[in-house]
C-alpha cells in the first residue's frame, strides 16, 4: 500500500502543471518606452516684433523602432540672424501626451544634449547652449540654446546642411563637456540656410 | 517503509545552502577467489587472475597486463583469466589496462594466497560490448560510435568552476562563447546555441537557448559526469543535435543502506566569488531500494577583473535546488527528479550602448566607458533567470532481458533582462519592468523499448513528443509568443562480432510551430510545418588492444529557431536591428568522420578529422537598409542562409614519462566556409593548443594522492574572417598558463582539496568568440581554492 502510495505522489507530481499564461493571448510589448517628437522651437532674439520669425520644427517617428520612418521637418532659417531655441520632447503614444523632456531638465546632472552642424555648415551655422545643471562647476545642458547664422556675404545661398541632435547621458561616469558613450537621442534635421 | 528518508529529505529542502557530490571511486578491484596456488620452492611462484568489466562482471578478453619490474606482458583469454608463473617471492607492481577502460595499478607481495579478481572501470563507452542488462537506464542510447569525451567527477572537481563552460574548454574541439565573465556557452566545432542540444540528467534542456547571451542554466555543483558528443546526433536527441550533445549526469543513485554526503566550498580571487553546496544522499529498505539526493548550491561573485580595470556591473548570484528519489519494486523501476535553479547576472555596464556611434567610440577607446571600484552589487542592466525542471521516469526491465523506459518532464525557463535606465523610464512605474520577459515552458514525453541481443543485434526504438509554449511580455519585443509540438520517431541498431562494431539508426520528426502576435489589440496566428529525417551509420574495428579506428556518417537537421523566423527588434549590445525571415529553411547537416585511437601502456593518442556540410546554414548578414529611430541610425541584420563546410580535426596526445609525471597535448583546428560565396564564416573559434603536465607527488607525509599541474593554452588568431561584416579585427593571439596543486586526503578526514591559479601571469588578451572584446579585456589571474569535504 505504501509503495503505491509513493509511486502515485511520484507520478502526480510530475504531471501537475502550473498553468503559465497562455501564448495564444499575446500582450502588446512594443513601444512602451519611446519618445515620438523632437520639437525645435524658436524665434529670432533681435527682431523687436518678436514673434514675426518663430519657428517650431519637428523629427516625428509615431510607430517607434522599426515600421514607418520618421517623419522629419527641414530647419529653415535665415543667414546672419541670432534664434533663441528650446527642444521639446514628447511620448505622443501616451495620453494625454507625455513631455518626457521634463525628465531631462529633472536629470540635467546626468544629461547633456550636442548639437552638431554637417562639416558644410561649420563657420556659418553655430549653437551656444544657454542653460546649466548644478553641477560644480556648472556644465551645459542644452534644453535651451541659440542658434547663430552668419551672414552671407562669403558663402551663397540657400545652403542645405544638417544637423546633428545627440542627448548623452551620463550614467556610471563622471559627467564632462564631452559626449558620452551613452547616446539616449540621435537624431538628424536638414538644415535649410536662405 | 522507512520514513526517515523521506523526513530527510523533506527536511533539507528547506536548507539554503550547499553542496556538490561527492565523486565516484572509479576503479575497484577486489579479492575474491580462493587460491590453489601455494608456493612450494624458490621460483615458482605465480600470480592469475580474471579481469572483468566493474559494472556487468563479464570477462574483458585482450586485457593487458604488465608485471613490473620484469616488465612481462600478459593478455586475458576468453573467460578474462590471466598468469604468470615461475615468480620470485618478491614485490611486483602490475599494471592492467584495456581500452576504454581506466586503467589501474596493483602492488603484490608474493606469496599471494587468493587468485585475483580485478574490476576495471569502464569510460562509459565499452569496445566490445554494449551493456544492457544494468540498472543504468541509458547505456544503449549513451553508447554510440560517435566522438565522445567523457570528463569524470575527479577531474571536474579540479575543473569545476563559475560556469558549466568551464568545465569544458580544456576538451579539444570545444571552445567558449563568453559574453562576459558570468555567461559562457560552449562551442562545439564552431557551432553553438541552438545547434547544440544540452541534456540535463535525460532532460532536454530548454531555455532561449538560441540566444548568445544565453547561458545554460545548469548549477555546476550538481554535474557528476560531463559528457561531450561532437557533431551532428539528431538521432537520440531530436532536432537541433546538429553540432553535438552536451550531457550533464548527477551521480548515480546510492546502492548501500544509509546516508551520506559532500560538502563542498570554492573560492575564486578574480571576482572575490564564493560557492559552496551541501550534498546528501541516502538509501533505504532492504529488499526493494529507495534512494534519494538532494543538494542546494549557492554563489555570489562580484565585479570580474581584466589585469588592468575592473569589468563593472559583472557580479553575479546563483542559487539551486535540486532532489531526486529513486524507488525499485521487482522489476520496476521509478525516478523522480525537480531542480530549481534561479540567478542574477550583472552585464557590462559598457556593453549596453545605444547606438553605432557609440559602439564605435567605444571600441576607439580600447576600454570600457565606466570603470568603478570592485563591488558585489548588480546594477543595470542584468538578467534574472529562473529554470525549474521535474521529471518522472518508469523502466520496466523485462524478464527477457527487454526493457521499456517512459519519462515525463516538465521545464519552466523564466528569463527576464532589465535594459539600463533612461530619461524615458526613470519617473515612471515602468521603470522596474523588465525589457524583454520570456516564459518559456517545455513537456516532453519519451517511450523508448531495448531489446536484448538476438542474432547478433541490439538496439532500441523509441517515441517522443515534445510541447513549448513561449510567453512574451516586457516594454519590448523581440521574440513572439509560439506554440510548438514535436513528434519523433527513432530506431536504432548496434551490431558487433570479434573485432568488428557497426550501427545504425533512423529518425523522423514532425514539427510545427505557431506563432501569435498582438496588433492593435487583434490576435494574429500562423503555423509553419517541418518534417524530416535524421540518420547515422557508423563501423569501428579494432586492430587490437592497441588501435581502434571509427568511421561516422551521420546527418542531421535543425528547424530555424524563433529569433531567426520573427525576431524584430533592435539588439542593444551591438547596435543592430535584427530581422528574422518567415521564410527561412531548415539547416540539414551532413557529416562525416575517421577517428583513430591508441592506448598504450605508456603513449595514448587519438586523432579525428571531419567533414560537415551544412546546407541553409543560417546567420546573420548586415542588409543595405538602416533604421531610423531616435536612438540613432542602425543597420538592419537580417537572418540568411548559406552553404557552410566547417572541417577540421582534433587529436590528443598523452605520455607517461614515469609512473608519476605525465604529460600531454591537443590540438584544436577549424577551417570554416561559407562555400556559397567561398568567403571564411563569421565567428568561428580560432585554432588552439592545450597542453599540461602532471606530476603525482607521492611522498608527502599527511596527504595522500597529491598532485601538481600545469597547464597551458595557446590560441591563435583568428585569421579567416570575412571582410567588413564584423565592428573590428578579430584580436591577437594569446597564451595563458594555468597552476593547480591539489590533494585527495588528509591522515584523518577524507576531505579532498585543491589550489590554484589561472592565467599566472596575468595577461591582457582577447578572445576572438568574447561578445565582449569590442569593449573590454578577458578577466585576469584568478586563484582558486577548492574543498570538498565527505560525510
Aim: glycine residues 6%; contains cysteine; hydrophobic residues 35%.
Amino acid at each position: 500500500m505504501k509503495n503505491k502510495i509513493i509511486i502515485a505522489s511520484m507520478v502526480l507530481a510530475a504531471i501537475s502543471s502550473c498553468k503559465k499564461d497562455d501564448p495564444k493571448n499575446p500582450v502588446k510589448t512594443n513601444s512602451q518606452e519611446v519618445l515620438t517628437t523632437v520639437l525645435l522651437t524658436g524665434y529670432n532674439i533681435d527682431d523687436s516684433l518678436n514673434a514675426k520669425y518663430q519657428f517650431s520644427y519637428k523629427w516625428e517617428d509615431l510607430d517607434g523602432d522599426g515600421g514607418n520612418s520618421p517623419i522629419i521637418d527641414t530647419i529653415a532659417l535665415d543667414s546672419g540672424i541670432r534664434y533663441n531655441c528650446k527642444v521639446l520632447i514628447l511620448d505622443k503614444t501616451k495620453s494625454p501626451i507625455d513631455t518626457v523632456s521634463v525628465e531631462i531638465e529633472n536629470e540635467k546632472n546626468a544629461h547633456q544634449f550636442f548639437y552638431t552642424p554637417s562639416s558644410n555648415l561649420v563657420g556659418k551655422f553655430s549653437t551656444e547652449i544657454l542653460d546649466f545643471d548644478d553641477n560644480n562647476p556648472k556644465l551645459p545642458v542644452g534644453l535651451e540654446f541659440n542658434i547663430l547664422t552668419k551672414s552671407n556675404q562669403t558663402y551663397n545661398l540657400p545652403l542645405i546642411g544638417s544637423l546633428n541632435i545627440v542627448l548623452s547621458h551620463y550614467d556610471g561616469v563622471q559627467k564632462t563637456t564631452s559626449k558620452s558613450d551613452e547616446s539616449d537621442i540621435d537624431i538628424n534635421f536638414p538644415v535649410r540656410l536662405k | 517503509m522507512d520514513a526517515n528518508g523521506i523526513s530527510s529529505l523533506v527536511f533539507f529542502t528547506f536548507f539554503i545552502l550547499i553542496n556538490l557530490k561527492a565523486f565516484v571511486a572509479l576503479c575497484l578491484f577486489t579479492l575474491v577467489f580462493a587460491s590453489k596456488s601455494i608456493a612450494q620452492q624458490h621460483n615458482n611462484y605465480n600470480i592469475s587472475g580474471f579481469i572483468m568489466d566493474s559494472v556487468t562482471k563479464k570477462p574483458l578478453v585482450n586485457a593487458k597486463v604488465v608485471l613490473l619490474p620484469l616488465k612481462n606482458i600478459v593478455y586475458t583469454n576468453d573467460s578474462g583469466f590471466f598468469q604468470f608463473n615461475n615468480l620470485a617471492k618478491t614485490n611486483y607492481k602490475m599494471e592492467v589496462s584495456y581500452l576504454g577502460y581506466h586503467p589501474i595499478v596493483l602492488s603484490l607481495v608474493l606469496p599471494l594466497k587468493t587468485s585475483l579478481r580485478i574490476d576495471l572501470a569502464s569510460e562509459e563507452h565499452h569496445l566490445h560490448d554494449v551493456i544492457i542488462n544494468t540498472d543504468k537506464n541509458n547505456k544503449l542510447s549513451d553508447y554510440n560510435l560517435q566522438n565522445h569525451v567523457t570528463i569524470d567527477s575527479k577531474k571536474l572537481d579540479i575543473l569545476r568552476g563559475q560556469t558549466l563552460g568551464d568545465m569544458l574548454k580544456n576538451t579539444a574541439g570545444v571552445t567558449l562563447l563568453n559574453s562576459g565573465p558570468s555567461i559562457s556557452k560552449p562551442v562545439i566545432r564552431g557551432l553553438h546555441s541552438n545547434r547544440i542540444v544540452t541534456l540535463n540528467n535525460g532532460v532536454k534542456q530548454e531555455g532561449q537557448n538560441w540566444g548568445a547571451d544565453h547561458g545554460p542554466e545548469i548549477d555546476p555543483f550538481a554535474i557528476n559526469k560531463l559528457e561531450v558528443i561532437k557533431g551532428a546526433s539528431g538521432l537520440q536527441y531530436g532536432p537541433e543535435a546538429i553540432g553535438g550533445v552536451i550531457k550533464v549526469s548527477a551521480k548515480d543513485f546510492k546502492t548501500q543502506n544509509g546516508i551520506a554526503g559532500v560538502y563542498s566550498l570554492n573560492g575564486f580571487s578574480n571576482n572575490w566569488q564564493l560557492a559552496n553546496s551541501l550534498f546528501l544522499e541516502g538509501n533505504h529498505l532492504k529488499k526493494q531500494n529507495l534512494s534519494w539526493r538532494l543538494q542546494t548550491s549557492y554563489r555570489k561573485a562580484g565585479d570580474s577583473q581584466t589585469p588592468e580595470y575592473v569589468l563593472s556591473n559583472t557580479a553575479f548570484t546563483e542559487s539551486d535546488l535540486n532532489a531526486a528519489v529513486q524507488y525499485q519494486l521487482k522489476q520496476n523501476t521509478f525516478e523522480y527528479m525537480a531542480s530549481y535553479f534561479q540567478s542574477s547576472l550583472g552585464i557590462l555596464r559598457s556593453a549596453h550602448v545605444h547606438n553605432r556611434t557609440d559602439l564605435e567610440n567605444t571600441i576607439a577607446r580600447g576600454k570600457p566607458s565606466v570603470i568603478n571600484d570592485f563591488t558585489y552589487e548588480i546594477g543595470r542592466p542584468r538578467q534574472d533567470i529562473t529554470h525549474f525542471i521535474q521529471a518522472f521516469k518508469w523502466i520496466y526491465s523485462f524478464k527477457n532481458a527487454n526493457k521499456l523506459s517512459v519519462d515525463f518532464s516538465q521545464q519552466i525557463n523564466n528569463r527576464q533582462e532589465f535594459d539600463v535606465l533612461s530619461f524615458l523610464n526613470a519617473n515612471s512605474n515602468l521603470k522596474d519592468q523588465p525589457t524583454y520577459n520570456l516564459t518559456l515552458t517545455t513537456n516532453q514525453f519519451n517511450l523508448k523499448l531495448e531489446h536484448k541481443k538476438v542474432f547478433g543485434f541490439k538496439g532500441l526504438v523509441g517515441f517522443s513528443y515534445a510541447n513549448q509554449g513561449n510567453y512574451a511580455t516586457g516594454k519590448q519585443f523581440f521574440i513572439p509568443n509560439f506554440i510548438s509540438n514535436n513528434y519523433g520517431f527513432y530506431v536504432i541498431e548496434k551490431w558487433n562480432k570479434k573485432h568488428w562494431q557497426a550501427e545504425a539508426g533512423l529518425r523522423y520528426d514532425l514539427m510545427d510551430l505557431t506563432r501569435y502576435i498582438n496588433q492593435n489589440n487583434q490576435v494574429l496566428s500562423n503555423v509553419l510545418n517541418f518534417n524530416n529525417t535524421a540518420g547515422t551509420v557508423g563501423v569501428s574495428y579494432l586492430f587490437n588492444t592497441k588501435w581502434k579506428l571509427t568511421a561516422n556518417l551521420s546527418s542531421a537537421w535543425r528547424p530555424p529557431s524563433i529569433n531567426e523566423l520573427y525576431a524584430n527588434g533592435l539588439h542593444a549590445a551591438v547596435a543592430t536591428f535584427e530581422q528574422g525571415n518567415a521564410n527561412l529553411k531548415p539547416e540539414q547537416s551532413y557529416n562525416a568522420e575517421v577517428t583513430l585511437k591508441y592506448v598504450g601502456a605508456k603513449f595514448d593518442f587519438d586523432f579525428t578529422a571531419y567533414n560537415n556540410l551544412i546546407n541553409n546554414f543560417i546567420y546573420r548578414l548586415p542588409s543595405n537598409t538602416f533604421n531610423t529611430s531616435f536612438r540613432g541610425v542602425f543597420p538592419v541584420f537580417n537572418y540568411v542562409q548559406t552553404n557552410a563546410l566547417l572541417q577540421g580535426f582534433e587529436t590528443n596526445l598523452s605520455y607517461k614519462i614515469r609512473t608519476n609525471l605525465s604529460i600531454n597535448a591537443a590540438y584544436t583546428f577549424l577551417y570554416a566556409n561559407d562555400i556559397s560565396k567561398n568567403l571564411p564564416l563569421i565567428f568561428m573559434p580560432a585554432n588552439r593548443i592545450n597542453s599540461g603536465i602532471e606530476w603525482q607527488l607521492t611522498k608527502l607525509k599527511k596527504v595522500k594522492n597529491t598532485f601538481v599541474q600545469i597547464n597551458y593554452q595557446y590560441v591563435f588568431k583568428q585569421n579567416r574572417v570575412p571582410e567588413g561584416i564584423d565592428f573590428t579585427a578579430p584580436p591577437a593571439s594569446y597564451q595563458l598558463f594555468d597552476l593547480v596543486f591539489g590533494a585527495s586526503q588528509f591522515t584523518k578526514t577524507k576531505m579532498n582539496w585543491s589550489v590554484g591559479v589561472q592565467n599566472i601571469f596575468n595577461t591582457s588578451y582577447r578572445d576572438y568568440l568574447s561578445r565582449y572584446r569590442y569593449y573590454a579585456l578577458d578577466t585576469g589571474r584568478n586563484i582558486f581554492i577548492k574543498l570538498n569535504i565527505p560525510f
